[in-house]
């Protein structure tokens, strides 16, 4: 099966990063023929240019985490903003607010993520979202951004009357491995009910590795097979089908070039 795009995953994270060139290698051998990188701060951003510039299968989105949004330092936002205004960059984030680590203080976070979404807002590009137990906070900044030309939820693990929510005001919704876990039946019920024109899989690697290799320590994109299997049979579709559902969808969201793979 060829076709797959990694909608969401850190290359460049310590885990994959010295390795990284093999890691793209192996996903491409499993059928993964994209990926978009997310930087989550602005040093992370120069790995990301430097591997997009190695393969052309490889885009960039970037941003300051909220885990990282207590570090920033005078001019980030210029920074960023420079950054986000190239051409090889197609998506502002992963920001948001994240209420379970609190690694950053919250009033940061809030600071952090305003500034990026306007940032958005001035580049006219979608932006990436990462909420943790931070629903409600999160949908009210973002009601403070209408002109944002699109929004994924990544690595949603919320309740359906979330989605719902979420998928109420235009939003997209980003699934990972965590929708293969035995004790996620309800998400495999949000899988079921999402637009079939707003379904984008990731791996979020080097993180949650999906059924069977649950134990893999780090997550590769190699293993998007196994969710958009799930997420196959989970909507009643074929692995071609998905495949080609979640590619459409995945380039338009975050208008990415045709590479001339499948």
């Known amino acids: 099966m060829q076709g797959l795009i990694d909608s969401h995953c850190h290359l460049t994270s310590d885990a994959l990063w010295p390795q990284a060139d093999d890691v793209i290698a192996r996903a491409k051998a499993a059928g993964v023929t994209d990926f978009v990188t997310i930087a989550t701060d602005i040093e992370d951003a120069a790995r990301a240019q430097e591997l997009a510039a190695r393969h052309s299968s490889v885009h960039m989105a970037c941003g300051i985490h909220p885990h990282e949004a207590g570090k920033v330092t005078d001019g980030w936002d210029r920074e960023l903003g420079a950054l986000a205004s190239r051409p090889d960059v197609c998506a502002v984030g992963e920001m948001g607010l994240d209420y379970h680590y609190d690694y950053s203080d919250r009033p940061s976070q809030h600071r952090v993520f305003r500034r990026q979404l306007g940032i958005a807002c001035d580049v006219n590009k979608p932006v990436v979202i990462h909420c943790r137990e931070a629903h409600a906070d999160v949908l009210a900044i973002l009601a403070d951004f209408p002109m944002l030309t699109g ?13 719902i929510d979420i998928l109420g005001r235009g939003y997209w919704l980003s699934l990972t491995g965590v929708v293969t876990f035995k004790r996620s039946q309800e998400l495999r019920e949000v899988a079921k009910m999402l637009p079939a024109d707003q379904i984008m899989i990731e791996t979020d690697s080097p993180y949650l590795s999906p059924e069977p290799v649950r134990s893999a320590r780090p997550n590769e994109p190699a293993y998007l097979a196994y969710t958009a299997q799930c997420m196959a049979e989970v909507r009643g579709l074929s692995l071609p089908d998905l495949t080609a559902l979640t590619r459409r969808n995945t380039h338009r969201f975050f208008g990415l070039p045709n590479t001339g793979e499948p």
């Open 151 to 163: 929004v994924v939820f990544h690595c949603f693990t919320g309740s359906k009357a979330e989605a």
